[in-house]
């Protein structure tokens, strides 16, 4: 027996039914009908649960990132709680980066804080390359979720080469990103060397993830909607774009051990990408490679649909905000983006960021069971 990609088991080259694979989740990121609309919601693992903050207490947020057992159980709190048609592994975009040399820490209501901000061809060069060994506990853990999980599928979860850069060039989270943007325009050479090498440590990560039996991963650009369309297509869609297609390449036309060619891995992993602010980036991130691209709250899917084009399923976009009003308010939004949602060739419903913390997560669990009843498919 083998074990494609996306975690469904095959024996002598076909796939079994069932499974990560045929979840309504990976059919909706493959643009294929299935029996519902599926749900799930960034930063669902943590944030609003009470055991969240409970397990997590006294544990730094890194820490926590690299203990398998702690990050399988955060990951799967809210799959319990909720009902989700997918888990989205416990993680932090600079996980690889301190894994690959960066001094860096997670400060509690600050963000990520870069000990010595790059400014420099030396800077760049002490980002290391990074392999399986320098991230096993990320391995560990998705193994550990994959056979838990059984039919429920796993995404992976990596940041992009800009929104790493910036981090690392501000030290930190920045409103503005003015030094990121002065070394962009002022030192191009340098900007796409810095974003180049984090490339390749986000392919490597995300690899790492594909391996161990994710069935899709999601690229995150928190910060690239501060862009314009034309600064975003010169300086960081090349480098998104190397991390998506070196997913594909890598899962592309793969060999069994009797030399025959797995037609269901040769399909790679869906690969979803998503950004804030980031309405008028929309079909240049679509171009990147994604096949699955988040919408956040400010553009409605049926117009996010028309800018992307039909050959990518799209994934949001309720305003986390919604959920702290009453239910009656957020019943008419969730109507409103399911139908929406039907322009385009694929709808994963989700938030348009992440879930806030003051959510009650009984309403993230009645928001799960009504997009379940109102999308609900009949059988063929």
Not at 11 to 22: K, M, Q, T, V
Not at 294 to 309: E, K, S
Not at 336 to 350: D, Y
Request: net charge negative; charged share 25%.
């Amino acid at each position: 027996m083998t074990t494609d990609t996306t975690g469904t088991a095959a024996r002598d080259g076909e796939p079994r039914r069932g499974g990560p694979a045929d979840s309504a989740f990976v059919r909706a990121c493959r643009r294929e009908p299935g029996p519902h609309t599926p749900v799930w919601f960034m930063r669902q693992a943590g944030r609003s649960l009470p055991e969240y903050r409970e397990i997590r207490a006294n544990v730094g947020m890194l820490d926590s990132c690299r203990r398998p057992e702690l990050v399988a159980e955060i990951t799967l709190q809210p799959v319990r709680r909720h009902g989700v048609d997918a888990a989205i592994l416990f993680s932090d975009i600079v996980v690889p980066v301190a894994a690959a040399g960066v001094d860096l820490d997670i400060v509690a209501g600050t963000g990520p804080v870069v000990a010595e901000p790059v400014r420099t061809r030396e800077d760049v060069e002490r980002i290391r390359p990074i392999t399986r060994d320098d991230v096993s506990y990320v391995d560990e853990a998705v193994r550990m979720l994959v056979a838990e999980l059984g039919d429920t599928p796993l995404i992976g979860f990596a940041g992009a080469p800009f929104t790493l850069a910036s981090y690392l060039v501000e030290g930190g989270p920045s409103r503005t990103h003015a030094k990121t943007k002065a070394l962009m325009y002022g030192q191009p050479e340098l900007w796409h060397a810095l974003c180049a090498r984090l490339a390749e440590v986000t392919a490597a990560f995300l690899k790492v993830q594909v391996d161990a039996g994710v069935s899709a991963v999601q690229l995150f650009d928190s910060w690239a909607g501060a862009l314009s369309e034309a600064d975003y297509r010169r300086y960081v869609l090349p480098h998104s774009a190397a991390v998506l297609a070196g997913l594909a390449d890598d899962f592309s036309g793969s060999r069994r051990g009797d030399g025959r060619a797995e037609p269901e891995r040769s399909q790679g992993v869906p690969r979803i990408h998503f950004g804030v602010g980031t309405g008028e980036l929309l079909g240049a991130m679509g171009e990147a490679g994604a096949d699955v691209v988040g919408v956040d709250w400010r553009t409605p899917l049926d117009q996010a649909t028309r800018r992307i084009g039909p050959d990518r399923a799209v994934q949001g976009n309720l305003d986390p905000c919604v959920l702290l009003a009453p239910w009656s308010v957020v019943e008419t939004e969730v109507r409103r983006i399911l139908e929406q949602g039907r322009a385009a060739p694929g709808h994963v419903f989700n938030l348009g960021h992440g879930v806030l913390p003051e959510t009650d997560p009984d309403v993230l669990t009645r928001v799960v069971a009504l997009v379940h009843e109102v999308s609900a498919r009949p059988a063929d």
